[in-house]
């Protein structure tokens, strides 16, 4: 019973936190594609708000998450990036970094046949 309700605890907190990562554009680059949690910077806002208002508060919601991981937390949102794909998936933001970062293999590989990589934020909470 003990062993059952500790798995229960690990993976309702697994499914509470919300983990982002990035992608560079090209190798060497200090641009990346940022995937995050939609939910997490996609809130109501009052109508009449226009697209452009709407995207500053957005924008500044991926920063949010940007700050969660002292890593990532120089990088800017490059503006008008903001996209949420199909309901249900990741949204995507690009971004760019002033300091490279620690980048890791995915598995995965590019069109070219290169070797992927991406850098993993810390997970966090919520924004």
Known sequence: MKKY????LLGFLIGCSHQAHLVPLSAGSDDYIMFYNRSDVQISMRKGVTPEQRNTVY???VKLILNTDPVTSSC????GSVNFGEPGSSGTAKVKCPNPLPLEKDG???????ESYRYKLKAYESI
């Open 5 to 8: 309700a500790s798995l229960s």
């Open 76 to 79: 800017v949102v490059i503006e």
């Open 108 to 114: 995965m590989y590019n069109q070219d046949g290169s």
């Open 59 to 61: 924008e500044g919601r």
